[in-house]
């Protein structure tokens, strides 16, 4: 198909959903989803509260692999429907979004990508910590444990630990011994802070707060198997007076 007969089609637009909150969708994705003819959304993590009164046809994604997917998308695309495909938190993390814009690469047909609130945010933010304390940390890693996706062995967990920064780690909860055993290998000290957020800004939303000797315990009688955040790192420890030089009287103020 010629990039000129596809000139004029509306671009199909992944958009971020955020981590469950219908509020803490951006404008743009609820003026996309409210005008869309049809939404493809992942249905394991999107809160389905997002599309409730809005005209397009609604497709869960989960039982689909990617060509079902894209046999949904393309056909609707070319018939210059308005498409939306809607991810979890933000589309650029662990969203599987790459084979989806590269089949439209070759497809000559046009995308966007709406950025979303990542649950590794709304994670902090449930937890009111902020991830990069002076003289403590300037670093977040988003990282995960190796699963059914292999993660590269110069990125393995004990590897990143030993950096000391603050960690978000996806996709991981239930596997959070062996998490554990990776971040004390690394270097935390059993004493380091860690939390655990359960469905982050959901009204069903837990959070668990303890140190690597004690969290598996927790997440273990919590019952907490998925959709969950581990935050780990001295950041989280609110003990610290460290503050930032950005307000100090003295400081100059064009960067506030
Ligand atoms: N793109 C998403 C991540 C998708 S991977 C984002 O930016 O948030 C799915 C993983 O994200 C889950 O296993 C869990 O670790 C995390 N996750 C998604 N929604 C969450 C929520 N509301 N609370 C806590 N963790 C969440």
Redesign the pocket.
Request: hydrophobic letters at 45%; aromatic letters at 10%.
């Given at each position: 198909m010629s990039q000129e007969k596809n000139a004029g089609l509306i671009p199909i637009a992944f958009v971020?959903a955020?981590?469950?909150d219908p509020e803490l969708l951006t404008l743009k994705g609820r003026r996309l989803l409210d005008s869309a003819d049809l939404v493809v959304y992942?249905g394991s993590?999107v809160n389905p509260a997002l599309l409730t009164g809005i005209a397009a046809q609604c497709h869960d994604s989960a039982g689909l692999d990617l060509t079902a997917i894209m046999d949904l998308m393309i056909p609707a695309c070319r018939a210059g429907k308005r498409v939306v495909r809607l991810?979890?938190?933000?589309?650029?993390?662990?969203?599987a979004i790459r084979e989806q814009m590269q089949w439209l690469d070759r497809e000559k047909l046009p995308y966007e990508v709406v950025p979303?609130?990542?649950?590794?945010?709304?994670?902090a933010a449930?937890l009111r910590r902020e991830l990069t304390v002076p003289e403590q940390t300037q670093t977040v890693i988003l990282t995960?444990q190796a699963g059914r996706t292999p993660v590269p062995e110069r990125e393995a967990l004990p590897k990143l630990a030993a950096i000391g920064a603050s960690m978000c780690?996806?996709?991981?909860?239930a596997m959070i011994k062996e998490v554990v055993a990776d971040l004390l290998a690394g270097g935390y000290a059993p004493s380091t802070p860690v939390a655990v957020?359960?469905?982050?800004?959901?009204p069903d939303?837990r959070i668990l707060r303890g140190t690597l000797a004690d969290i598996t315990t927790q997440v273990v009688a919590a019952d907490i198997r998925?959709?969950?955040?581990?935050v780990v790192g001295p950041a989280l420890d609110d003990a610290s007076q460290a503050a930032s030089r950005l307000y100090a009287e003295d400081f100059s103020h064009g960067c506030r």
């Open positions: 971020g955020g981590p469950g992942a993590l991810h979890t938190g933000d589309p650029a993390l662990y969203g979303g609130v990542s649950s590794a945010f709304a994670a449930t995960r780690i996806f996709l991981s909860v957020v359960e469905k982050a800004s959901w939303e998925k959709t969950a955040m581990i």
